[in-house]
């Protein structure tokens, strides 16, 4: 199994509907992100979590919301999804302690909305 | 505004040759950096990370530099083999050291391809 399990892989979706994307991991670290990638645009961020009661806006955090369920899991919500937000979504872990060693991500969503 | 359309850099290689990716980063302060490969259809992967305290780290064929006077760094692949062929991100970390271990910001990535 992976280490950083997103669900779906894969998504169409309406303008207007609500979606959310999950993702849950089994690495026990504390800190989980979520990214978008766009073409050309490397990989921005939109809410991170450093622990289950600490949620945290990043650079695009506009029409999205977040949930951190549980250390292992931290879901992504788009609440009225609009076609710019077509996009590759990832989840990314990482440990808060400084023995480095950088993120893991999770396979990805790629999120079409129509 | 975004910049929509950009096209990524690109580097193309014959198998066998070495490779060298380069990146700038943008904030004097971060003192941690780390390399991701993406291939396609995947979510990034770690490869070789240097604190600021350094300026050259090696590991199985790869081997990262750190400028840290011009704000510069560079992986370079040894024997670049077609496996090798994907998007090569650098990350920099701001507010890295003790328990203040923060979030990445990364570049935009360079689209290695390798001939065989």
């Known amino acids: 199994d992976a280490d950083v399990t997103q669900t779906p892989r894969n998504r169409i979706t309406k303008t207007g509907k609500r979606i959310m994307l999950e993702c849950s991991q089994t690495?026990?670290?504390?800190?989980m992100y979520w990214y978008r990638q766009d073409p050309g645009l490397g990989l921005r961020l939109i809410y991170y979590?450093?622990?289950?009661?600490?949620?945290n806006k990043g650079e695009i955090s506009d029409g999205y919301s977040v949930s951190r369920q549980a250390q292992a899991k931290f879901s992504l919500s788009l609440e009225s999804a609009i076609p710019n937000q077509t996009a590759l979504y990832f989840c990314a872990t990482s440990d808060s302690s400084a023995g480095g060693g950088g993120y893991t991500f999770g396979s990805g969503t790629r999120l079409t909305v129509v | 505004g975004e910049n929509v359309g950009l096209h990524l850099p690109t580097l193309s290689v014959q198998e066998g040759d070495n490779s060298i990716i380069n990146c700038a980063y943008s904030?004097?302060?971060?003192?941690?950096f780390i390399w991701y490969k993406q291939e396609s259809g995947k979510g990034p992967q770690f490869i070789i990370d240097i604190r600021s305290n350094m300026d050259k780290r090696q590991g199985q064929r790869v081997t990262v530099l750190l400028n840290k006077t011009v704000k510069h760094l560079s992986l370079q692949i040894a024997a670049t083999q077609p496996g090798d062929s994907a998007v090569y991100f650098c990350a920099e970390n701001p507010n890295a050291g003790g328990t203040s271990y923060g979030k990445l910001t990364f570049g935009q990535g360079t689209i290695l391809t390798v001939h065989p």
């Open positions: 979590s450093f622990d289950v009661k600490d949620i």
């Open positions: 904030n004097s302060a971060s003192d941690y």
């Open positions: 690495k026990g670290h504390d800190r």
